[in-house]
């Protein structure tokens, strides 16, 4: 059996971020997965494919849908709360709480 390192991201569930690279460059929405085991996130409206349906006794008639597929972590960045613009994340004491805080702008991120 082996054994897989899971990873910790900056990036969670609820984040509005933007693509950096890719076919859906410029593009940003809310991210809807986080897989740490993979790396990856799932985005929604971003990196839509079709997805081709046989019927079955379950869903009844098949037919094509629209998928989110999930984007490699390095290929988002969040979005800073002030300028609207990819930004770093770093970490800061607040009182007794570490909080999340935006490189470009120094504010916090909630």
Same mark, same amino acid.
């Given at each position: ?30 991210? +809807?997965? =986080? ?31 629209? =998928? ?29 709480? +570490? ?12």
């Amino acid at each position: 059996m082996t054994q897989c390192k899971i990873n910790k991201f900056r990036i969670k569930k609820g984040d509005k971020v933007v693509v950096l690279t890719g076919r859906d460059k410029g593009k940003s929405g809310e991210v +809807k997965h =986080v897989n740490p085991a993979e790396s990856k996130v799932t985005v929604q409206g971003v990196n839509v494919q079709t997805k081709h349906r046989k019927p079955s006794q379950t869903t009844g008639s098949g037919g094509i849908d629209k =998928v989110e597929a999930p984007l490699h972590i390095s290929n988002v960045a969040l979005v800073d709360p002030k300028t609207g613009k990819p930004t770093r994340i770093g970490y800061k004491t607040v009182g007794d709480r +570490k909080v999340r805080v935006a490189k470009r702008s120094g504010e916090q991120m909630e």
